[in-house]
C-alpha cells in the first residue's frame, strides 16, 4: 500500500492505509469465513501472517523504551518535579476515566438485560476451569512490587516485562547522569546511547508501514471465525464501554488539551492520528510509541523531553484505556450474575483495575489477559471467571483496539499538559 502510493507520486496516511486494510480483512472474512481459498491458505493463516508484526513490534519497543529512557537522562534534566507533575497528571486523568466508567454503569446498567443469556450459559457449564496461577494475594502492594524488581538483568528483555524495563532504565539513567555531572569521560557512551536510539525509532518506523497488511489479515481472521452477527448479545456492552472511552477520549482530552495546552481539539485529533491509528491496529500503545513521539514532537509541537517522559516512561501510567474497561468489565459482569455492589465494593473494582493496568499497555489482549485478577479480587470462584471471560471474549478484539487507542491518547495529552501551554510563535 504504502510503496504504490510513493510510485504514483502521492502518500496515503497511515490511518487510511489502516482503514483500507480493515474494511478489506473484513469483506474476506465475510466471503470466505474458515475455508482455505489459496493454495491451501485462507484468512487463519493471514492472521498468523499479521501476527508476526505485531511480535515484531514488542521485540523492538521495550530495548526503544530503554534506549529513550537513558537517553533522555543523558540529554535532558528529568527534574522530580517532573516526576510528581507526571503522576499527578496521570492520577487526575485516571479519575476522571474511572468517573465516568462507574457512573454509566451504575446508569446504564447493561448487565440486568444479559442476565438471562449469562444463566444459559452457566447452565451448560461446557467452559473448563480457569488455569490461572495468579495467588489469592496477588494484588498486594508487596506482591506487585516483588514481580516489578528483576531476578536478572537479562529477564526483563526476555519476557518483555516493561516495568522492570523502566526501572532498570531510571536506575543506570540516573547514574550515567550523575558521572556526567561529575566531569567523567562517558561521551563514548553517551553516543552510543543515542546512536542506538536513533537506530530503533529508524527500523521501527520501518515496521510500522506493513502494519496495514497485518491488519489485513487479523481482521480477516477474526472476522472469518466469528462473522458479523456475534456481537447481538454484547451488544449493550460493547455499546456502554466504548461511549466510556468515547467520552473520556475525545471529550475530556480535547477539552484539557485545549484548555491547558492550548492546543484545539482539531489539532489533537487531527495531528495524533497516525498514532492514534497505530495503536488501534497494532493492538499496542507501546508498539505505537515512535509514531506517537513523532506526532508530538513534529506535528503537536511538543518537547523532545516532554514527549519522551509521557510516551515512554509514563505509558506504563497512562493506561486509561485499559483501567477503564477493567473496571467497566467487572461491573457488567457483576450486573449480569446479579450481585449488588456497594459503592466500597466498586472502589475494590477500581483499585484493582488501576493495578492491573500498570505496565501492561505493550500487550496486545492485556486487558482480557488482566481481567481474570479483577474478577478474582471481587471474590468470584475461577469457575465463574472462566465463564464470565468466554461471555465477554467475541467482542474483545473490538474493546482491546479501543482500549489501545485510549492509551495512546493518554499518552499524548500527558505530554501535553507537561509541556504547559504552547506560546504563540
Same mark, same amino acid.
Given at each position: 500500500m504504502d510503496l504504490l502510493s510513493r510510485k504514483q507520486g502521492f502518500h496515503l496516511p497511515l490511518f487510511v492505509q489502516v482503514i483500507i486494510g480493515v474494511t478489506l480483512g473484513a469483506l474476506l472474512g465475510v466471503v470466505f469465513g474458515k475455508e482455505p481459498f489459496l493454495l491451501g491458505a485462507g484468512n487463519e493463516q493471514l492472521g498468523d501472517l499479521g501476527?508476526?508484526?505485531?511480535?515484531?513490534?514488542?521485540?523492538?519497543?521495550?530495548?526503544?523504551? !530503554?534506549?529513550?529512557?537513558? /537517553?533522555?537522562?543523558?540529554?535532558?534534566?528529568?527534574?522530580?518535579?517532573?516526576?510528581?507533575?507526571?503522576?499527578?497528571?496521570?492520577?487526575?486523568?485516571?479519575?476522571?476515566? +474511572?468517573?465516568?466508567? =462507574?457512573?454509566?454503569?451504575?446508569?446504564?446498567?447493561?448487565?440486568?438485560?444479559?442476565?438471562?443469556? +449469562?444463566?444459559?450459559?452457566?447452565? $451448560?457449564?461446557?467452559?473448563?476451569? =480457569?488455569?490461572?496461577?495468579? #495467588?489469592?494475594?496477588? !494484588?498486594?502492594?508487596?506482591?506487585?512490587l516483588q514481580s516489578y524488581v528483576p531476578e536478572s538483568l537479562v529477564d526483563p528483555f526476555a519476557k518483555n516485562s516493561i516495568i522492570p524495563v523502566v526501572l532498570l532504565a531510571l536506575l543506570f539513567g540516573a547514574a550515567l547522569r550523575r558521572l556526567k555531572e561529575n566531569a567523567l569521560d562517558i561521551q563514548s557512551l553517551e553516543t552510543f546511547v543515542h546512536g542506538a536510539y536513533q537506530a530503533l525509532v529508524l527500523v521501527l518506523g520501518w515496521v510500522v508501514m506493513t502494519v496495514p497488511f497485518a491488519v489485513f489479515g487479523l481482521v480477516a481472521q477474526v472476522v472469518g471465525r466469528a462473522g458479523l452477527g456475534v456481537f447481538a448479545t454484547l451488544a449493550p456492552f460493547l455499546g456502554v464501554v466504548l461511549l466510556g472511552m468515547g467520552l473520556h477520549a475525545f471529550v475530556y482530552y480535547p477539552a484539557v488539551a485545549w484548555l491547558i495546552g492550548r492546543r484545539t481539539p482539531r489539532e489533537y485529533i487531527g495531528k495524533g492520528a497516525d498514532a492514534v491509528l497505530t495503536g488501534l491496529s497494532t493492538n499496542s500503545s507501546l508498539a505505537s510509541v515512535p509514531v506517537t513521539l513523532k506526532c508530538l514532537t513534529e506535528k503537536l509541537g511538543v518537547s523532545h523531553e516532554s514527549a519522551r517522559l509521557a510516551a515512554c516512561v509514563g505509558t506504563n501510567l497512562n493506561n486509561d484505556g485499559i483501567t477503564l474497561y477493567e473496571a467497566m468489565a467487572a461491573l457488567f459482569v457483576a450486573q449480569a450474575l446479579?450481585? $449488588? !455492589?456497594? +459503592?466500597?465494593?466498586?472502589? *475494590?473494582?477500581?483499585?484493582?483495575?488501576?493495578? #492491573?493496568?500498570?505496565?501492561?499497555?505493550?500487550? %496486545? $489482549?492485556?486487558?482480557? *489477559?488482566?481481567?481474570?485478577?479483577?474478577?478474582?479480587?471481587?471474590?468470584? %470462584?475461577?469457575?465463574? @471467571?472462566?465463564?464470565?471471560?468466554? +461471555? @465477554?471474549?467475541?467482542?474483545?478484539?473490538?474493546?482491546?483496539?479501543?482500549?489501545?487507542? @485510549?492509551? *495512546?491518547?493518554? /499518552?499524548?495529552?500527558?505530554?501535553?499538559?507537561?509541556?504547559?501551554?504552547?506560546?504563540?510563535?
Open positions: 501476527l508476526l508484526v505485531i511480535r515484531l513490534l514488542k521485540a523492538l519497543a521495550v530495548p526503544l523504551v !530503554l534506549f529513550a529512557v537513558l /537517553d533522555a537522562f543523558l540529554t535532558t534534566q528529568i527534574s522530580a518535579r517532573a516526576g510528581l507533575k507526571l503522576l499527578l497528571i496521570c492520577a487526575v486523568n485516571v479519575s476522571v476515566a +474511572f468517573g465516568i466508567g =462507574l457512573t454509566l454503569m451504575n446508569v446504564l446498567e447493561p448487565g440486568i438485560g444479559s442476565r438471562a443469556h +449469562f444463566k444459559k450459559v452457566l447452565e $451448560e457449564g461446557n467452559v473448563p476451569p =480457569l488455569q490461572s496461577t495468579l #495467588a489469592p494475594d496477588a !494484588l498486594s502492594p508487596i506482591k506487585a446479579g450481585l $449488588e !455492589l456497594t +459503592f466500597g465494593q466498586q472502589v *475494590v473494582v477500581v483499585l484493582s483495575s488501576l493495578m #492491573a493496568g500498570i505496565g501492561i499497555a505493550g500487550i %496486545p $489482549e492485556a486487558g482480557l *489477559v488482566m481481567l481474570p485478577l479483577v474478577l478474582g479480587a471481587m471474590g468470584l %470462584p475461577p469457575q465463574l @471467571v472462566a465463564v464470565a471471560i468466554a +461471555f @465477554v471474549m467475541p467482542v474483545d478484539w473490538i474493546l482491546a483496539r479501543a482500549r489501545s487507542g @485510549v492509551n *495512546v491518547m493518554s /499518552d499524548m495529552v500527558v505530554a501535553i499538559l507537561l509541556d504547559g501551554p504552547r506560546k504563540p510563535a
